[in-house]
Structures are given as C-alpha cells and as structure tokens.
C-alpha cells in the first residue's frame, strides 16, 4: 500500500482488497501516462496532495479537494453534452464531488448520470486530463477543484434531462463549442474527440 493511504470503506476487489476513492485516485494517477509535460507536472502535484491528506477527496477538505468529471459523446462523437452551471456561469462538463462511491471512476460516472438523466452511459476507465481551479463550491468558502476527468458516451438512443444541478443542458459541436469556453474544456475536448476518432479507425481495421 502506498505511504499515506488508509484502509477505509469502499468494495472489495477480485483480490479481496478494499478500494476506495482516494485508493482508486492514487492508483489511476500514479499509472497514468500523461499526454505532455504540463499535464505531467499537474499529476504529480495532485498526486502529492492526495497522498499528504486522507480527506482529499472529501468536499469537507478546505484547502482543496479531488473532484470527478466527465466529458459525455454523442454515440457518433462528434458532439459533447455540456451543462450550464449556475455558480460558475458557463457550460462545462458534467461533475462534482465524490461522496460514498466505490472508486473515482465510480464517482465519475455517478455525476454524469445525475447530470444529464441519460441511462445507458459507457464511460471509459482510462483518466483523460486533470485540471486544477479555484472555486468557492457548495462547501461555502474559496477552495481548489483537484478534477480526475474522464469521457463517456451515450447511446443512440439517449434522452437527456436538465438537473436540479444546472441551468440548461444541451449538446454542442465539438468543433463548435459555446462561446467563452475556457482553454481547459477546449483541451479536454480535443482530448476526448482524438481518442475517439483513434477508437473507431482501429475497430474499422479489424
């Protein structure tokens, strides 16, 4: 077990070991090869936080806290589902805090669900970006958003449904995205897109 992690609740694994969240999130960040220097050294901070506190990825946590987002595809991946959010005042990806879940993707793919009301979600394990922001969020004073992002995508079929999270839901263009998107969701976009143009010409190949 690495230096820093607690045993806690969580669901055991196939070895009977016990995983949580902030298990999971050391585990995913310790593995992950990121995509560039920058992204490196924000996996190496994040990394180090998680490690140094054992509420890291508790919303209690006042000097920053991981977070789990998830960037939703269309079924053809050529538009994403962004939802409005009424404290921020833009539309950004579905997500939000962790709470009882079983691991951080777990985490991701609650939010995601809750969020756009779509069943059927497929999201991929694998870690796509992290971003580190400021934020005064439901914990009421300024903090640190620590995001674990990820990307899903929704079936043909899919029906969304605005939260009680969010002003307004709606799917865009990834090559159009709303105006004012910031550089974080432009790159995890392109992020996403790329991985999913490289999916489909390797199942086209086979």
Same mark, same amino acid.
């Given at each position: 077990?690495?230096?820093?992690? *607690?045993?806690?609740?969580?669901?055991?694994?196939?070895?009977?070991?016990?995983?949580?969240?902030?298990?999971?999130?050391?585990?995913?960040?310790?593995?992950?090869? &990121?995509?560039?220097?920058? $992204?490196?050294?924000?996996?190496? =901070?994040?990394?180090?936080?998680?490690?140094?506190?054992?509420?890291?990825?508790? /919303?209690?946590?006042?000097?920053?806290?991981?977070? =789990?987002?998830?960037?939703?595809?269309?079924?053809?991946?050529?538009?994403?589902?962004?939802?409005?959010?009424?404290?921020?005042?833009?539309?950004? $990806?579905?997500?939000?805090?962790?709470?009882?879940?079983?691991?951080?993707?777990?985490? =991701?793919?609650?939010? &995601?669900?809750?969020?756009? *009301?779509?069943? *059927?979600?497929?999201?991929?394990?694998?870690?796509?970006?992290?971003?580190?922001?400021?934020?005064?969020?439901?914990? *009421?004073?300024?903090?640190?958003?620590?995001?674990?992002?990820?990307?899903?995508?929704?079936?043909?079929?899919?029906?969304?449904?605005?939260?009680?999270?969010?002003?307004?839901?709606?799917?865009?263009?990834?090559?159009?995205?709303?105006?004012?998107?910031?550089?974080?969701?432009?790159?995890?976009?392109?992020?996403?897109?790329?991985?999913?143009?490289?999916?489909?010409?390797?199942? =086209?190949? /086979?």
């Amino acid at each position: 077990m690495p230096i820093g992690v *607690g045993r806690a609740t969580g669901t055991p694994d196939e070895a009977g070991i016990t995983v949580n969240v902030r298990d999971s999130a050391i585990a995913i960040l310790t593995d992950w090869q &990121a995509p560039d220097p920058a $992204q490196d050294s924000l996996r190496h =901070a994040v990394l180090a936080f998680v490690h140094s506190r054992t509420d890291a990825c508790r /919303r209690e946590c006042v000097p920053g806290h991981v977070t =789990a987002s998830t960037l939703v595809l269309d079924d053809g991946g050529t538009h994403v589902l962004l939802t409005l959010h009424p404290r921020l005042g833009r539309w950004v $990806q579905l997500g939000g805090h962790c709470e009882d879940d079983d691991d951080i993707v777990a985490a =991701a793919l609650r939010e &995601a669900i809750e969020e756009s *009301g779509v069943a *059927g979600l497929r999201i991929a394990p694998e870690l796509v970006a992290v971003h580190v922001h400021p934020v005064t969020c439901s914990l *009421g004073v300024p903090t640190r958003h620590l995001d674990l992002q990820f990307v899903a995508h929704a079936p043909a079929s899919a029906q969304i449904a605005v939260s009680d999270e969010s002003e307004d839901l709606r799917w865009w263009p990834a090559d159009a995205l709303p105006p004012g998107t910031d550089h974080a969701l432009a790159y995890l976009v392109a992020r996403a897109t790329r991985r999913a143009v490289g999916t489909a010409r390797l199942r =086209a190949s /086979r």
